[in-house]
Structure formats: structure tokens, C-alpha cells
């Protein structure tokens, strides 16, 4: 069973409904054994970083996460959930969880698209993801497919732990991590075919892990 | 490369899909879930669910087909019609959208902007304007002005500016919408979706007037939206979103071409 933690964060039902259409158990909890002993977690997240700490710190969710991450469970971030990963975010000045080195930042707004326009932030639309290495979340999707982003941050990490990057104005980090930890900055849940394609991906990952494939 | 989006747009009334807003006798013509599936599956890039349901009491059978929808379509969808409140916007939310679409009530009260924004970000709360074309004046300055009432009702308000106020205010998109070539089929009100386009730094969506793919590569191209709204010219079959967006490709306008 794969657990989605729950922080009352705005596509949690989302996610839920794209495993469910999969046919993978999956369960909205805020519970530390049931998310402990799922075969994998998903932090998902949509709004502001200081909202979304102030949520997990309220709920000792926090200390989940990092146990979690101690402990080497699969766990997928998405969106928010890929954002707070990081050491710090921009977005009202916030220290977040520092799973992975990194900060947050906004998107310039000063910048021009491929076409010479300025850009337009939030960042918001079906963007292509450009793959920088082998990552078993994208089994069987072909280098350049187009996920669905909205955001107006992004988050800059270690070079060696990016998975994939787009461009909007700039090229940024879309997914990172390692080793069944991974961060997305689009919303697999909402990017169709190829989006639930990265879903199943994760939850073949994470049955292999615990054993049950 | 970011990409430009078709999103069809969905009249629903009592719970079924129905012709738009201006056309007398609402002929049913179909079940929205089973659209919304048919367009998800054909590429559409996002949907927008339009309740023109005139009861409040109705409004439960609005929201289960929003909850239908969310449990069988995995792109974006958005929902308009009859929000007028942060508890509005909270249930259609909560019932599966992506994002809330408000009009008149926004104008009426703005506050509902920055409240909905404050409450589910940005990336949650679109804003629609309903534009007319008048005489250019000094509280007019650019001769489009904001309406409300289908166009019956003008508010004296600019729509260039009242497009920087809802930026201000903490919109994360904007849908703008030609009075004037809605329902015409003779192309987007290019010179207003350009004007607005230029006016503001977050997304905006074309809507009114489609009647073919050069229409849809116009507004992206030359009206500079991020996307275009199309209703009636798929919705009879006598375009395919893949024609409207193979169309757009070719001529040079990003396009998601698989899915």
C-alpha cells in the first residue's frame, strides 16, 4: 500500500484519485505508523512554503518526513512537496525540511521565452521535461514528453541529483533525488497518460523495494 | 518549451452538457462527464465546466458532475458559474477542479479575488472578464470596457485596467472574453487579447469567436494568450483538438502534440 501524507494540502484528493484509477491501493493519512510502514509515501503540496511548514510542524508531520527520509523509505515530492525538500525557499523567507541541499527560488520575471516574450509567471502549462539521467520513475515515457507544471518557484540543488529539467525563461530543475527519494516540480497527477505512467512507475518502485512485486 | 493550451469549454445546465449561454431553449446536447472524457482523451490541454444552472438548490448536481469528472480525467480543469464566495470556490475545489473561474461577482466585489487567492494561492483562482467594445473615453481610455449580465449590464470600468487590478489582487490567470465576437465564428478580439496580453505578467486565456484553426493560431500568436477557449467548433466534431493544435504546430506555436 503506498500512504499520501496528509497536510490537508490542496491536490492530496488529486493524487488519490489518479491511484485509484490505477488500481494501486493508496491512503490520505496523517497517521506515523501507517505512513512508516507503507511501501511508499507521497508528499504532495500546492500553495505557499510558509503555510505548507507551519501545516507540517502543527501536525508533527515534519518529523515523519525526516524520519522517512532516515529510515530510506521510497517518497515522492510533489510540487510544494518537491519545493520543501530543499534547505530554505524564498517564498516568505521560509527554512524548510533540508532533506536534500538546495534552496527555493522565484522565477525572474525579467526573463524572455524561447519566442522573445517575457515570461509569465505562475509558470502554467504542459511543459517537456529534458531527462538528465536514468531514473526508474521514468520507465517506459520518452525523453521530452510534456507534464503539467504550475509554479512560480523553483528549486536549485546539487547538479548531480537532477533527474530532469525544463525551461521557462531559464532551464530549472523539474525532478531530482536519488535512491527511491524523488522531488517533482509538475503535477504527474494532472499530466495524463504520461503522468500516470510516473505514478505506476513509483508504486512498481516501491512493491519491488518492500518485497511484494 | 512552455506550451499553448486548447481548452474547450463545457455549458452545464441541471447536471447536462448544453448549448452556450446565449442561444434561447438550452438544447441538451450530451452528457459533460462523457465529453469531458472524449476531449481528455483527444488532447485537450485543460477544461473549463461552466454552470449556468439558474437555481441555487441545483447547484448538488453541478458538483457531483465535478466530482465525476476529477475521478476520470487526469488533466486540469477549471470550473465557472455562479462562484460569488470563498465557500463557493471551496466546493468546487474540494469536489476534484483545479482552479474556480470568477466574473461577475468579482467585479461586483473584489475582494473575492485576493480572499480566494489568499485562501488556495494564485494558481487556484482565474479571473473572467467579460469585454465590450465602446467608444474610447477618458474613463474608457482603451474603448474595451468591462460587462456583466451576458453583456446587458456595463460597469463604467476599463478592461485593461481592471485586468492590472486583478493581477494586483492575486489572480493566477485571466480569461477574457469578447462580448462582441462571442458566438460570431469570425476569429478572437485580437487587438484586446493583445492589449491584456501585454498589460499583465500572469497567464491569459482568449475566449469568443473561434470559428476556425487560424482563429486559435491568431489569438496565440498575434493576441500573445498562453491559451485559447474553443466551445462550439469542437464540440459538433467539425474540428478535432488534434487539427486545431497540428494546425497551430505547423505554423509555429508550440503545441502539445502527444498525449
Known amino acids: 500500500m503506498l500512504a499520501i501524507l496528509d497536510y490537508k494540502a490542496g491536490n492530496q484528493t488529486s493524487v488519490r484519485r489518479a491511484f485509484d484509477h490505477l488500481g494501486i491501493e493508496c491512503r490520505i493519512t496523517a497517521e506515523p505508523e501507517v505512513l512508516l510502514a507503507a511501501q511508499g509515501v507521497i508528499f504532495p503540496g500546492v500553495g505557499a512554503a510558509g503555510q505548507a511548514m507551519r501545516q507540517l510542524a502543527a501536525t508533527g508531520m515534519d518529523a515523519v518526513l525526516r524520519r522517512l527520509v532516515r529510515e530510506n523509505r521510497p517518497l515522492l515530492g510533489v510540487c510544494l512537496g518537491c519545493q520543501i525538500l530543499v534547505e530554505a525557499s524564498e517564498e516568505n523567507d521560509t527554512k524548510t525540511l533540508g532533506v536534500f541541499p538546495g534552496v527555493c527560488k522565484r522565477l525572474p520575471s525579467e526573463l524572455e521565452d524561447e519566442d522573445g516574450q517575457p515570461i509569465r509567471i505562475p509558470h502554467m502549462g504542459w511543459n517537456s521535461l529534458d531527462f538528465r539521467q536514468d531514473c526508474p520513475l521514468f520507465a517506459g515515457i520518452k525523453d521530452h514528453s510534456e507534464f503539467y507544471f504550475v509554479h512560480s518557484y523553483y528549486v536549485h540543488t546539487d547538479p548531480g541529483l537532477v533527474l530532469a529539467v525544463a525551461r521557462h525563461g531559464l532551464e530549472f530543475c523539474a525532478a531530482y533525488g536519488r535512491d527511491g527519494l524523488w522531488a517533482v516540480q509538475f503535477h504527474p497527477e494532472k499530466s495524463g497518460r504520461v503522468g500516470l505512467q510516473l505514478l505506476r512507475n513509483f508504486a512498481d518502485y516501491c512493491a519491488l523495494r518492500s518485497g511484494h512485486a | ?259
Open chain 2, 1 to 259: 518549451m512552455l506550451k499553448k493550451r486548447i481548452i474547450p469549454c463545457l455549458d452545464v445546465r441541471d447536471g447536462r452538457l448544453t448549448k452556450g449561454v446565449k442561444f434561447k431553449g438550452n438544447v441538451d446536447i450530451g452528457d459533460p462527464v462523457e465529453t469531458a472524457r472524449r476531449y481528455y482523451e483527444e488532447g485537450a490541454d485543460e477544461i473549463v465546466f461552466y454552470d449556468i444552472t439558474a437555481s441555487h438548490e441545483k447547484r448538488g448536481i453541478f458538483l457531483d458532475v465535478v466530482e465525476r469528472v476529477a475521478a476520470e480525467i487526469f488533466i486540469p480543469f477549471s470550473v465557472g458559474g455562479g462562484i460569488a464566495s470563498v465557500a463557493d470556490m471551496r466546493a468546487v475545489l474540494l469536489a476534484g477542479a483545479e482552479k474556480v473561474s470568477v466574473n461577475s461577482a468579482a467585479v461586483k466585489n473584489k475582494g473575492l479575488i485576493s480572499q480566494g487567492a489568499d485562501a488556495f494561492g494564485s494558481q487556484a483562482i482565474v479571473v473572467g472578464m467579460d469585454v465590450k467594445r465602446t467608444t474610447a473615453t477618458p474613463e474608457i481610455p482603451s474603448g474595451y470596457e468591462i460587462v456583466i449580465h451576458g453583456g446587458r449590464t456595463a460597469m463604467g470600468l476599463d478592461a485593461i485596467d481592471w485586468a492590472k487590478e486583478c493581477e494586483r489582487l492575486g489572480a493566477g490567470e485571466l480569461c477574457v472574453n469578447s462580448i462582441d465576437a462571442d458566438g460570431t465564428k469570425q476569429g478572437y478580439e485580437l487587438t484586446l487579447t493583445r492589449m491584456i496580453s501585454e498589460a499583465v505578467r500572469i497567464p491569459v486565456i482568449a475566449s469568443g469567436g473561434a470559428g476556425n484553426p487560424l482563429h486559435v493560431l491568431e489569438a496565440v500568436v498575434k493576441g500573445k494568450a498562453s491559451a485559447a477557449l474553443v466551445a462550439s467548433i469542437t464540440h459538433y466534431g467539425e474540428y478535432s483538438i488534434r487539427e486545431l493544435k497540428e494546425y497551430a504546430h505547423a505554423h509555429g506555436a508550440p503545441m502539445r502534440l502527444e498525449w
